[in-house]
């Protein structure tokens, strides 16, 4: 499941969305209202070809939808970009939204759940709900790119954020140049 909210940087969710579509597996995707706002402001696709890629979408009001449930079996849940509100949310346990409830679902059948927190600078209140969700079993994973492989492009950086998403999912891919010391740091 992929939940998109409304913080700036969507097209790390579109992108996750896109590599695992492409990669054949099934997806479900919730985009908070706020996110369908930041949609149109920052990515060249529309909200109607953002939901082709997915397998099923729901509206983030639908509590009702197959993946508020626990009996609903569903391998990982990713939350990209996490907004604070919704952090707030999944962090003390008030699943008002359809994203919220996924992801306390997540968190009480011990599923995967990721946090790609999307603000800066953060406050306490955001680090001690982003602890508070890791206590719970939450993978906190904040949108911020690596820069050793020069990355030249924003889309380059979004590959980056996507590609350790996929290493926390444990799903093999070519997003971005791992780590590798020069020779010389070796000797």
């Not at 001690?128 to 719970?136: D, G, I, L």
């Not at 990355?151 to 590609?163: A, M, N, R």
Request: proline letters at 5%; hydrophobic letters at 45%; aromatic letters at 4%.
């Amino acid at each position: 499941m992929v939940g998109i909210t409304g913080a700036s940087g969507v097209g790390i969710g579109a992108r996750l969305l896109d590599v695992l579509s492409s990669g054949g597996h099934t997806t479900h995707l919730v985009l908070s209202d706020a996110a369908r706002h930041i949609l149109e402001l920052e990515c060249t696709i529309s909200e109607e070809e953002l939901k082709a890629r997915a397998s099923a979408c729901w509206d983030n009001d639908q509590l009702w939808a197959p993946i508020a449930s626990g009996s609903y079996r569903i391998d990982a849940m990713v939350v990209a970009p996490c907004s604070m509100k919704s952090l707030s949310s999944i962090a003390n346990g008030y699943a008002d939204t359809l994203i919220a409830r996924a992801a306390d679902v997540c968190l009480k059948e011990g599923r995967t759940l990721v946090l790609v927190p999307r603000e800066t600078p953060l406050s306490l209140v955001h680090l001690e709900n982003m602890v508070r969700a890791a206590r719970a079993g939450a993978r906190i994973l904040p949108a911020c790119p690596a820069y050793y492989h020069h990355p030249t492009t924003v889309q380059q950086c979004i590959d980056f954020i996507v590609g350790r998403v996929l290493d926390v999912l444990g799903l093999e891919h070519q997003l971005y140049k791992r780590w590798h010391p020069p020779s010389e740091m070796l000797e």
